[in-house]
């Protein structure tokens, strides 16, 4: 949302823990227990379609102040970070290039749609807060657009490109189960993954130096703890974001709660603005 961001590409390690657990599973009932080993890990990711729609409502609470992310499609302002226009339903922006590549996407899958005009645009103000030669049509034409589904898709599958499908691949690889995998993915939403001290891989870097993840040996509730820690330190080192809530009431909760897979029923508090998922 906030930063350039790219993607943590390779692919993921099978978790040596996972191993071992499968193979006793299977050493003890070689069929039935497979199977229901097989389903329960499946069931257990931040991609598994309920845990991502529960994903996107917790993310929409906190940068929409509604459980309704896909309402978001449409939105867009300028929230007066820095950062330009900040629209749809992860908070592409204007001046952080997730915005541009968007449209080029959109552009690319539908030629002459009616933000391709912009393009050029969308090129000059990358990197700044500038409206130049989006102002003041782009936000309506931007709404008109959200009432298009290919454009509707075509932000679900940057989401997932630049921010969700890395996220959930890096939790994989540290032993991070659902709430852990959920914490990276928000970091990446608000801090992109580049290679300023407050990006997502030098949250996490942060955090490695206080405390291990599982597949390094460590506790998961200890480590999560500590990557807590550190992207509150990397939200309070600007003004934007100084409010914590999304960390403190929010998956903090969760975390004290030892709810690591989310599940629901979940109460949790943005802003001060109460939440629940039933």
């Keep these: 949302m906030v930063h350039i961001s790219r993607p943590v590409d390779g692919p993921t390690p099978t978790s040596r823990r996972l191993f071992l657990a499968l ?29 991502k729609e529960i994903a996107m409502k917790l993310v929409s609470s906190a940068e929409n102040s509604s459980l309704d992310w896909k309402a978001q499609y449409r939105y867009i302002e300028d929230i007066g970070d820095g950062r330009g226009y900040t629209a749809g339903i992860i908070g592409f922006c204007s001046g952080t290039h997730d915005m541009l590549d968007l449209v080029q996407l959109y552009s690319d899958r539908k030629p002459g749609n009616v933000l391709a005009k912009y393009l050029p645009a969308l090129r000059e103000v990358d990197g700044t807060d500038s409206h130049a030669g989006l102002d003041p049509n782009y936000p309506k034409d931007w709404r008109k657009a959200a009432q298009d589904t290919a454009f509707q898709q075509a932000q679900n ?15 994989r690889t540290d032993g991070l189960r659902v709430l852990g995998q959920f914490a990276y993915y928000d970091a990446i939403v608000m801090h992109g993954d580049g290679t300023d001290p407050t990006s997502f891989r030098n949250i996490r ?14 506790d998961e509730t200890t480590y999560l703890n500590a990557f807590l820690d550190a992207r509150v330190w990397a939200m309070k080192q600007e003004e934007a974001h100084s409010d914590t809530s999304r960390v403190d009431t929010a998956q903090r909760v969760f975390l004290s709660n030892g709810n690591l897979d989310l599940d629901p029923p979940l109460d949790w508090k943005v802003y001060g603005d109460s939440y629940h998922i039933g």
């Design 23 to 51: 193979t006793g599973a299977l050493a003890a009932a070689p069929l039935l227990d497979a199977r229901r080993a097989t389903a329960a890990t499946a069931a257990k990711s931040l991609d598994d379609p309920a845990k």
């Design 205 to 218: 870097k942060r955090a490695l130096a206080k405390a291990k993840p599982p597949t390094q040996g460590g």
């Design 157 to 171: 599958d940057e989401r997932d490109r630049v921010y969700f499908n890395p996220a959930v691949r890096q939790g």
